[in-house]
């Protein structure tokens, strides 16, 4: 069965009004795949996980477990799930320009070479996931314009990882005084998210 993992960086968690967007294309991908082609949904809920950025001693002990090919130690848990994956959507609120810091821990612990990418012998980064579509759902208080550095950093790593396809979805504004936010939420989910199902299959 192919494996969606949902990384799920929705700090106020049932509140999260990101989650609930998410949810929605969750369902969609579901009734896009519900024949044989069904997926297991993994969900890594950051705020549970006890995730550390890499300080000098963790670094240390990453690159000598990468010297000595211990790919299997849970140091490269994260890895090994990105790579594996066959549809990734990550949910992420916008929060000062990008999104919050525990999806960049994420993103360090899941880029490791050898797992999620490799390079040629040019030196040219070569991906190793499995996945061709990422999705990025966002919510935003304004509006995000030029400034998705959230979505752009996550499609700078997708195609580092080698992920065909990275996928925007958003409702913005939220915040804004007099906003109609049930309005807003309603047009971003009933939007026609594009090409959600397994086009590994
Ligand atoms: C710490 C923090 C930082 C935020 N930074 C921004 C920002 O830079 N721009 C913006 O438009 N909204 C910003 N917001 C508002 C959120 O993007 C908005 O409320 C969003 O819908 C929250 O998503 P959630 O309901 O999934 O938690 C911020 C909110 C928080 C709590």
């Known amino acids: 069965m192919p494996t969606l993992l949902f990384v799920n960086a929705c700090v106020r968690g049932r509140d999260s009004r990101t989650l609930q ?3 929605q294309l969750l ?8 024949n044989d082609m069904a997926f297991h949904i993994e969900e890594i809920r950051l705020s549970t996980e006890n995730m550390l950025p890499l300080n000098y001693e963790r670094l240390e002990r990453r690159n000598e477990l990468l010297m000595q090919g211990f790919l299997e130690d849970s140091m490269f848990d994260y ?7 066959d549809m990734i ?7 000062d320009m990008s999104f919050p810091a525990i999806l960049k821990i ?17 030196g040219n980064p070569v991906g190793l996931c499995n996945s061709e579509d990422m ?10 314009g030029e400034f998705n550095l959230g979505f752009e950093y996550a499609l700078a790593l997708s ?3 080698g992920i065909e396809n990275a996928h925007f979805i958003s409702a913005e504004g939220l ?9 807003i939420m309603n047009e971003a989910c009933n939007k026609d998210f594009d090409n959600y199902s397994n086009s590994s299959q």
Do not use: K, M
Not at 27 to 34: C, K, L, T, V, Y
């Open 106 to 122: 994420f993103f360090e612990l899941a880029s490791v070479v050898g797992i999620t990418f490799c390079y040629d012998d040019n």
């Open 175 to 183: 915040d804004i005084e007099g906003a109609d936010v049930d309005a």
């Open 159 to 161: 195609q580092l990882y």
């Open 135 to 144: 999705y990025y759902v966002t919510t935003s208080g304004g509006y995000i």
């Open 21 to 23: 967007l998410a949810y």
């Open 27 to 34: 369902d969609r991908i579901r009734e896009a795949n519900s």
């Open 89 to 95: 959507v990550i949910a992420a609120p916008y929060w």
């Open 79 to 85: 890895a090994h799930a990105v790579a594996q994956a």
